[in-house]
């Protein structure tokens, strides 16, 4: 079956430490995304690429960066300088023609630093 | 992208209707009106989406005021695994800088 996969589900960091978490897709979509989401609250899109090779800052870009060296890979790395990166990531894809259908969501990745 | 306005949590009786409202005064002619929602530590998960007219899936209903201000989503025979967090959401078709706000807490009991 197609769909997205993130991994690691769970993630430990030491502060200080950068750590990259991992988004996969199998649908053949042009368009990726990842988001943040803080408990209780919304998303925050951090990046998006529209396609390969490119891909543009978030509402909350500051201490991340990303990656689209192949279509179906498009992996975020938190950096030493996010101040206060515990959070549930959420990965997105959506394809050019079908984009009408919006998104297709990972089953996200919680990152705690201990 | 418009933004919404949704109450912070609704309940439901298991069996009955849910309906649950969203406001979007700025909505602009050429966005659409989305509906996801996210079971506890899952990724959201489409509902349905609709521009003008009134839409019905296997999932849910989605009635959209002639003024499209405003929205419903009805799940007509709501289940306890319905229990989710429900977003409303406006985006311009092919927009990719969408805003998910907090969404609505729906509790479905028994």
């Known amino acids: 079956d197609g769909g997205i996969t993130q991994s690691p589900k769970y993630l430990f960091r030491k502060e200080g430490q950068n750590v990259t978490l991992s988004c996969e897709q199998n649908?053949?979509?042009?368009?990726m995304y990842w988001y943040r989401q803080d408990p209780g609250q919304g998303l925050r899109l951090i990046y998006y690429?529209?396609?390969?090779?490119?891909?543009q800052k978030g509402d909350i870009a500051e201490g991340y960066s990303v990656s689209r060296e192949k279509k179906e890979s498009f992996p975020l790395t938190v950096t030493s300088a996010q101040k206060n990166p515990t959070a549930f990531y959420l990965c997105?894809?959506?394809?050019?023609?079908?984009?009408?259908?919006?998104?297709?969501f990972g089953s996200g990745t919680r990152l705690t630093v201990v | 992208d418009a933004k919404t306005t949704q109450p912070t949590s609704m309940d439901c009786a298991e069996g009955r209707a849910a309906n649950l409202p969203c406001n979007h005064s700025?909505?602009?002619?050429?966005?659409?009106v989305y509906w996801y929602r996210q079971i506890h530590s899952q990724g959201p998960q489409y509902i349905i989406h609709?521009?003008?007219n009134n839409e019905t899936n296997e999932m849910a209903s989605l009635i959209i005021t002639e003024d499209r201000k405003s929205s419903t989503l009805i799940l007509p025979h709501a289940t306890l695994r319905d229990t989710a967090v429900y977003y409303c959401?406006?985006?311009?078709?092919?927009?990719?800088?969408?805003?998910f706000g907090a969404g609505t807490r729906l509790f479905v009991k028994a």
């Open positions: 700025t909505i602009s002619g050429n966005e659409y």
């Open positions: 997105a894809s959506s394809s050019g023609q079908g984009r009408i259908y919006g998104y297709t």
């Open positions: 649908l053949n979509h042009d368009a």
């Open positions: 690429s529209q396609i390969v090779n490119d891909f």
């Open positions: 959401i406006v985006r311009v078709f092919g927009g990719f800088k969408t805003i």
């Open positions: 609709g521009l003008k």
